[in-house]
């Protein structure tokens, strides 16, 4: 009988063994998976670090601008008070509203040649809010939009708002310098805009509205022949400015010359919306 349970201890025994050998295996194939996992995740948070190289100087990804809107300002009559909180509204909103990789540049238009161009040109930055944990750090990237995005744009627009008015208005002229500035607006893979925020008034040594100095008049002096051709396919948003009082000329004169002038340079018709302030 004591042999009997001795035989039997034995064979429970080896299968214990067994048993706790085959349980070690297992565990060595999960730890070996976990390790394996870890692995992989950092390899591919290190990855899209890697890829994901900003130029330091205009905030956008390597290889350029997504989109591009360009912001053109025509403060050469000042605008009230609520036109501005209007204006400053309308901004913040298209800003929210880009994507990352969104060039967003602004300029002015100036009776002075040194102030035009692009005075502010960076692509909008990611805002921490769509931050991936694993390899982002949202604090950071949210104070960095803030401290090279936000921040400047505001400081442009300030010392644009602070100007005096001037006697000439080269829309034209302001226009095009700013789109020669803003960096990939011609080959942006994505959406091209232009925002113009003015009274549309051209008043310059070229063509001046004032003068009663049409399209007509733009065509027979080698105006067409000037044209870039620089917006083509792209979009134009107006945001007018309303005049009132003093000689206006004429809606044939302003909007017959625009029509022209826009169809010309080969955009889209332009939307156009009121920055009233009544």
Same mark, same amino acid.
């Given at each position: ?18 048993? *706790?050998?085959?349980?070690?295996? &297992?565990?060595?194939? /999960?730890?070996?998976?976990? +390790? #394996?996992?870890? %692995? ?57 509203? *880009?994507?990352?990789?969104?060039? &967003?540049?602004?300029? /002015?238009?100036?009776?002075? +040649? #040194?102030?035009? %161009? ?22 950071i990237i949210a104070a960095r939009y803030d401290r090279e995005f936000t921040q400047p744009i505001e400081r442009t627009l300030a010392s644009m708002l602070t100007g005096v008015a001037e006697d000439q208005s080269p ?24 925002i113009i925020v003015s009274d549309m008034l051209q008043n310059s040594e070229t063509l001046s509205f004032y003068r009663g100095q049409d399209w007509e008049y733009f065509a027979q002096n080698n105006g067409i022949e ?53």
């Amino acid at each position: 009988m004591a042999r009997r349970n001795t035989r039997s201890s034995r064979k429970r025994g080896r299968s214990s063994r067994s048993g *706790s050998g085959e349980s070690s295996w &297992i565990w060595y194939v /999960v730890i070996a998976a976990c +390790l #394996a996992l870890v %692995g992989g995740v950092a390899y591919v948070s290190q990855s899209l670090i890697s890829s994901s190289k900003i130029d330091e100087a205009t905030l956008c990804h390597t290889g350029g601008a997504l989109n591009v809107t360009s912001i053109l300002l025509d403060l050469t009559d000042p605008l009230s008070e609520t036109q501005q909180s209007r204006l400053k509204l309308f901004l913040d909103a298209e800003i929210a509203n *880009s994507s990352v990789d969104t060039m &967003i540049a602004l300029g /002015v238009v100036s009776e002075n +040649l #040194a102030n035009w %161009g692009a005075k502010f040109s960076k692509c909008k930055p990611a805002t921490g809010e769509l931050a991936n944990g694993l390899y982002e750090n949202p604090v950071i990237i949210a104070a960095r939009y803030d401290r090279e995005f936000t921040q400047p744009i505001e400081r442009t627009l300030a010392s644009m708002l602070t100007g005096v008015a001037e006697d000439q208005s080269p829309i034209m002229e302001a226009m095009q310098s700013l789109i020669a500035e803003t960096p990939d607006f011609a080959s942006a893979q994505g959406f091209r805009k232009i925002i113009i925020v003015s009274d549309m008034l051209q008043n310059s040594e070229t063509l001046s509205f004032y003068r009663g100095q049409d399209w007509e008049y733009f065509a027979q002096n080698n105006g067409i022949e000037r044209l870039a051709g620089s917006l083509s396919g792209a979009s134009v948003e107006i945001w007018r400015i309303p005049r009132s009082g003093g000689a206006t000329p004429s809606t044939d004169i302003t909007e017959g010359f625009w029509t022209r002038y826009f169809d010309k340079q080969g955009s889209r018709p332009p939307s156009v919306k009121s920055l009233g302030d009544l």
